[in-house]
């Protein structure tokens, strides 16, 4: 990992439906590493995510992504959007077929597929374990491998920096650590850039290189056992949140129940 920031945000401000949703956010993103981004509900996670990417614009502050303005590095950047695992299209497509879509841009559009996709499409299926289910139909896998398989469509397009929004949505508790292994893997052996968008604050923790945690502002910024040390992913979550250390160092959040703490956050 390199100390070269491939994202650079700037105070930015994002203002959506008269709604401050991210007020002043300066941070930046080392190139080779695992960042994982926490944040309540509603912190701005999300939308931080669309904004490198283009989708959103800022009223003020800037973003660069590989030095240039978002939009304009399209192709070097992966995204799995939050909940895209819930998506059927009904549609009798395999995996193959999901997964190849991902080799298809703004400038490949209607073009028979090559060899070239086609090889990439396996080492994408092989990367996240889902080869052997090549034929299966897509609408037919489990959500932790609807992950994979899009994980493994924003993977062979060939990015430098992966954007996953939620990914371990519907991935059983079991199997966040091979799923968590298997990014390790795939951002090692394609020397690229993995940020993640996560709830799973304990697990990601131990996992990532920096770890930033969002709420409107930016609560913390740095690699996590740095990061953890001063409270301040409780802040970030309010009041209600007590982050509660377990074995091998790893912070839990612990939510109280309705009615315990105060009526913020
Ligand atoms: N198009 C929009 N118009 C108005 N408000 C919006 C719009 N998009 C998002 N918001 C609001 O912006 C805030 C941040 O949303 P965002 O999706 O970035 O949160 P998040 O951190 O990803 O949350 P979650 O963990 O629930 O996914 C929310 O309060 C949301 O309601
Ligand atoms: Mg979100």
Redesign the pocket.
Known sequence: MSNLNIVEVEGLTVI??G?V?LDDITLNIRAGSFTGLI?P???????LLKVLLGLIQPVRGTARVFGHAPGGSHGLIGYVP?SANTQDSGFPVSVQDVVMMGRLGPDRIGGLYNQADRDATWEAMEGVGLASMAKQRFGSLSGGERQRALIARAMCGGPRLLLLD?PTTGVDVVAQDDFYNMLTRLKESHKITIAL?S?DVGVITSMVDDLICLNQKVFLHGPPGEALKDGMIGKAYGSQTEIVMHGHDVPHRHLPVHGEGDENG
């Open positions: 959506l439906g709604c949703v944040g509900n509603g912190a701005g996670k999300s939308t939050q939620e968008v709830h």
